[in-house]
């Protein structure tokens, strides 16, 4: 029996699946003046739970849309306050195989801004980067996802957001 780590256990899973997957980045911009009148980010660490709020809405929208509530989901966290780089997550998303990318494309990104706004009580500029995952390059996307940005979220297996609701692999 041999020992996967987290990252090999999505490689694995990747590979494996006979369904096309999309790689994405979801954003949320936008800012607000605190107390002292001072500009801050809306995602910081303590907003982080309202980004991955929309995100989850997002991904159960999507599959009861789809009928497809087994589609897989693996999202990772990004950026970090060290590195003066705003947070957001990296996903892969199996694309359900009745489903044609842009119609997937268009729905994402749909209910994505309906959920970033709702979470944050407020006007936000959300963006989500969606792409075909090129199989052959599964490795290069997870070393992407996976690698150390700044003490935030360290890196590897550590930024794999196994606490998001709608994580499944």
């Known amino acids: 029996m041999s020992i ?8 694995n899973t990747l ?21 002292n009148g001072v500009s ?8 982080l739970p309202k980004f991955i709020k929309s995100v989850d809405w997002t991904i159960s929208s999507i599959r009861r ?14 950026g970090g306050k060290d590195i003066q780089k705003s947070f957001h997550i990296h996903a892969f998303i199996e694309r359900p195989s009745l489903v044609d990318y842009w119609t997937f494309n268009d729905n994402l990104k749909k209910y994505f ?9 407020s006007e936000v500029t ?11 390059l599964i490795a290069n996307h997870t070393h992407y996802c996976t690698r150390y940005e700044d ?14 609701n709608s994580c499944l692999l």
């Open 113 to 121: 801004r309906q959920y970033a706004s709702r979470a944050y009580k």
């Open 126 to 136: 959300d963006e989500l980067w969606i792409q075909p995952l090129n199989k052959s």
């Open 15 to 35: 590979n494996s699946s006979h369904n096309e997957w999309v790689i994405c980045v979801f954003k949320i911009r936008g800012t607000f003046k605190d107390v």
């Open 65 to 78: 849309k789809f009928k497809n509530e087994n589609m897989k989901f693996i999202p990772f966290f990004g």
């Open 151 to 164: 003490n935030t979220f360290y890196k590897g297996s550590e930024k794999v957001l196994l606490e998001c």
């Open 4 to 11: 996967y780590t987290v990252e090999d256990w999505i490689k």
């Open 40 to 47: 801050r980010n809306i995602v910081n660490q303590l907003t």
